[in-house]
């Protein structure tokens, strides 16, 4: 797997991992985020890389530091 879609993969599925611990759904997320759930979504399944301001404002929503959730994305496994 190419490194830019391995780290695109691992910061959707933080997200995601963030998210369900805070037992919030994509369209809470998004809407606290001011993004589009689907966007969320594309996020979580790897599907769009997450611009940085994007990555702020998900990490905002998420009321968890931004270092922070690409620590976990970079403590998780490729599946």
Not at 25 to 43: K, M, V, W
Not at 50 to 63: E, K, N
């Amino acid at each position: 797997m190419q490194t830019a879609h391995r780290i695109t993969k691992r910061f959707g599925l933080a997200v995601r991992q963030v998210r369900c611990e805070r037992g919030i759904s994509q369209e809470e997320l998004g809407f606290r985020a001011g993004l589009h759930r689907t966007y969320i979504g594309d996020i979580e399944c790897g599907r769009r890389n997450a611009t940085l301001l994007s990555a702020q404002r998900i990490a905002d929503a998420l009321q968890i530091p931004l270092s922070e959730l690409i620590r976990i994305a970079e403590s998780l496994q490729d599946e």
